[in-house]
């Protein structure tokens, strides 16, 4: 139905910088919310940024004036620009999208596969 990609994951030095992409490709009608999650060993999946299609954001506390979400409506694609990165930023980070299917009456959540982040000391 709808296949999430996810980009721009790796290893890096704290206070370093890293940019991810997210793509979402399918029978898309439309797409209310986008947003990343994250999860790191041995912790529950969090929410990171979420952005909606009026460009309203969302942050969790932890990554306000660091991090910044985006999204090319066009392109279906959100972006999460990752700056003065942290070691406690490490763990998978997950794109998410609500999406509304072509002939489908609801939304529904899609996820990607997931993308490493790695932040060193």
């Known amino acids: 139905q709808v296949q999430l990609v996810e980009s721009g994951g790796g290893l890096v030095q704290a206070g370093g910088s890293l940019r991810l992409s997210c793509a979402a490709s399918?029978?898309?009608?439309?797409?209310?919310?986008m947003g990343w999650y994250r999860q790191a060993p041995g912790k529950q999946r969090e929410l990171v940024a979420v952005v909606t299609s009026s460009d309203s954001t969302n942050y969790t506390d932890s990554v306000k004036g660091r991090f910044t979400i985006s999204r090319d409506n066009a392109k279906n694609t959100v972006f999460l620009q990752m700056n003065r990165l942290k070691p406690e930023d490490t763990a998978v980070y997950y794109c998410n999208a609500h999406v509304l299917t072509v002939g489908s009456s609801r939304s529904e959540d899609s996820w990607g596969q997931g993308t490493q982040v790695t932040v060193s000391s």
């Open positions: 399918g029978r898309i009608f439309s797409i209310n919310v």
